[in-house]
C-alpha cells in the first residue's frame, strides 16, 4: 500500500533519518509558532479595555432598544478605546443585546486564553413609536378616496 500509493501520491515517505529530522525540525518552529501566538494573545489580554458604555435610543420605559447592540457595535466601542477585538472573538451566547443593562460578554482571543468584558447598555434618548403618523395616514386615504369620487362625477 504505501509503495504503490501513499509514496507516489506523496501523502507518505520513507522513514528515513533524513526525512525523520525534517519532521522532528517542522514540529520545533510549529511549537515556537505557537508560543508565540499564545504569547501575543496574553499581550492583548491583558492591555484590553474590560469595561464598555454603549448609549442607544431606548422605545420604552422598560429599557428595550431602538434596534440592538450587536457583536460589530461593542468591536467599534472597542476600537474606539483603542483596544482590537475581532468580532469572532466574541461570544454572545443569548444573541443581540436587546435591552439596556450591564452584560458581560466572554472574549476568546486563544483556545488558552480568555477574558471577559462588561459592557453597559445606557439610555440615549427616548424614541416616540410611530403610532400617530398611521392613524393620519388613513386619514389622507379617505379624503384622497373622496376626491377621487368627485373627480369621476364631473
Known amino acids: ?20 529530522a525534517a519532521v522532528e525540525s517542522r514540529r520545533e518552529e510549529l511549537l515556537k509558532q505557537e508560543k508565540a501566538r499564545l504569547d501575543v494573545a496574553k499581550v492583548r ?25 450587536a457583536a460589530n457595535d461593542i468591536v467599534q466601542a472597542a476600537e474606539e478605546h ?22 458581560t460578554i466572554p472574549v476568546v482571543v486563544h483556545p488558552e486564553v480568555r477574558f471577559e468584558i462588561q459592557v453597559t447598555v445606557v439610555p440615549d434618548s427616548l ?4 403610532e400617530e403618523s398611521s392613524t393620519s395616514e388613513s386619514e ?12 369621476s362625477t364631473e
Open 1 to 20: 500500500y504505501a509503495r504503490n500509493f501513499l509514496i507516489p501520491q506523496r501523502k507518505a515517505v520513507r522513514a528515513t533519518a533524513e526525512a525523520i
Open 45 to 69: 489580554a491583558e492591555s484590553a479595555i474590560k469595561e464598555l458604555t454603549i448609549s442607544r435610543r431606548v422605545i420604552d420605559e422598560e429599557g428595550r432598544l431602538f434596534g440592538s447592540v
Open 82 to 103: 483603542d483596544t482590537e477585538i475581532l468580532r469572532s472573538e466574541l461570544m454572545m451566547p443569548e444573541g443581540n443585546i436587546k435591552n439596556t443593562g450591564e452584560y
Open 127 to 130: 424614541v416616540e413609536l410611530p
Open 140 to 151: 389622507s386615504t379617505d379624503s384622497n378616496e373622496s376626491a377621487g369620487d368627485e373627480t
